[in-house]
Every structure is written in structure tokens, then in C-alpha cells.
């Protein structure tokens, strides 16, 4: 398996655009998450998947972020209207679900808002 | 007044010394700690994990180690090499609303190793 694929590997923007990163997890994973790393807050929860429905939004900083899974090899986070403190790296991770298992993450989007 | 970015905490050591990382987490509850590993430009990768019913695992060249009394968590690297550079990460898998497993990630400690 190729493991979780995100894209784009680097997105630039300018403030006021839409911005949408994409992610294919592990085939056979039930659970996807989304996280947001930055200096300031480290990696920080967006929203959790499970068998496409989403489950804990309650990191998705702003209605300005959105996040849909319309089948479960795909999901999208989308940033409508972009900002520069949406600057950050943002990862996508998957497992089977339950409470010992690892997340397996992707190379994650290397978002600038300019 | 002007916020400023807090730096991670940083452990330098030298090739073949043993490196201990420690961690602290705060829900009692939780059931399952992993340990993940970043290097740079990749997303983080599960090194070892821990059952909240133990108090040691053992890995190739890494071992866990949990005090519940103290809500303490931290990894062991043996004889540490220029590889193990990376920041490293303790998660802890909570479940707030009933079967949904959600991990949580502490702040981060960078291991700078040098040759």
C-alpha cells in the first residue's frame, strides 16, 4: 500500500482564495483524521472521520474550514476564504479505528497564505 | 502585544548515549499511549505503543515507560544515533464520547544527535 496520499505537497495562496487539500487514506481504514501543526499549537485535531461520517469537528477553528468525505478512499479540507493565519502544514492520517491504533499520516500540505 | 512562538523543548546528546524523552498527559482515562516520530518534511510515524494496564514495553532499541500515579509517559532510546534525530511526539487515545478513539499529541520534544 502506498500509504495515506495527500495533495498538493505545497499550496501558495493569496488571502481571500479558496484553498482545498486533498486526501486518499490506507484502503480498508475506517477512521480519517485531519490535523493542523504549527509552531504556535503543535498538532492540533481539525476533524475525525469514521466510516465517512464525521464525528468531532469541534477543532475546525473557524466556518471558514470545511471538511467532507463523500466516500472512503477520499476526503477533502477545504479553507474558503483563505487567510495568512491559516499558514500552516495541514495532515491527513487514517487507522482502523479503536483504541490502540496508530494513525498513519500522510507528508502532509505545506500551506502559505500570503 | 505581539504573541511569540514557543519553541520546543530540546534534548541534545551524542551518538551512542542513551536518550530518555519525557511526557506528560492529562487524562486519566485515556487507555492507550503511542509514541510518534517526526523528521523533517514527513509526517509523524508511530514508534511504540503502551496499554494503560502497563507500566513498561519493550522495542527494538526503545522501551516506554508509564507512571499512572504521576500521569507521566516517557521513551528510552538506546545507544542513539544520527537517525533517531527528529522531534518526537507522546499521544494519548482518549474516548469522550463512547468508542470514537480520538489522538491527542502533547507539544513535542526535538532530539538533536550528534556524531
Known amino acids: 500500500d502506498a500509504g495515506v496520499i495527500q495533495s498538493p505537497r505545497h499550496e501558495v495562496t493569496e488571502m481571500g482564495q479558496e484553498v482545498t487539500l486533498r486526501c486518499k487514506p490506507i484502503?480498508?481504514?475506517?477512521?480519517l483524521f485531519w490535523y493542523r501543526q504549527t509552531m504556535m499549537r503543535g498538532l492540533e485535531l481539525l476533524i475525525y472521520f469514521n466510516n465517512n461520517v464525521p464525528i468531532d469537528d469541534s477543532g475546525m477553528p473557524e466556518d471558514r474550514f470545511s471538511a467532507k468525505m463523500p466516500n472512503a478512499s477520499f476526503s477533502t479540507l477545504k479553507i474558503q476564504p483563505s487567510e495568512p493565519r491559516d499558514s500552516a502544514v495541514y495532515f491527513c492520517?487514517?487507522?482502523?479505528?479503536?483504541?490502540?491504533?496508530?494513525?498513519?499520516f500522510g507528508s502532509g500540505t505545506q500551506l502559505s497564505v500570503l | 502585544g505581539e504573541s511569540v512562538g514557543l519553541h520546543l523543548p530540546t534534548l541534545s546528546v551524542q551518538e551512542g548515549d542513551n536518550s530518555i524523552i519525557n511526557c506528560a498527559y492529562s487524562n486519566s482515562a485515556s487507555d492507550y499511549f503511542i509514541w510518534y516520530k517526526q523528521e523533517s518534511g514527513k509526517g509523524p510515524q508511530f514508534i511504540i505503543d503502551?496499554?494503560?494496564?502497563?507500566d513498561k514495553r519493550q522495542g527494538q532499541r526503545v522501551t516506554v515507560l508509564l507512571n499512572k500515579t504521576v500521569k507521566h509517559l516517557s521513551l528510552q532510546i538506546a545507544a542513539t544515533q544520527p537517525g533517531d534525530s527528529a522531534v518526537y511526539f507522546c499521544?494519548?487515545?482518549?474516548?469522550?464520547?463512547?468508542?470514537?478513539?480520538?489522538?491527542?499529541f502533547g507539544r513535542g520534544t526535538s532530539l538533536i544527535v550528534h556524531p
Open positions: 492520517a487514517s487507522n482502523l479505528g479503536g483504541p490502540g491504533e496508530k494513525l498513519f
Open positions: 484502503s480498508g481504514h475506517n477512521s
Open positions: 499521544a494519548e487515545n482518549r474516548d469522550p464520547s463512547g468508542g470514537s478513539y480520538i489522538p491527542t
Open positions: 503502551i496499554r494503560s494496564n502497563m
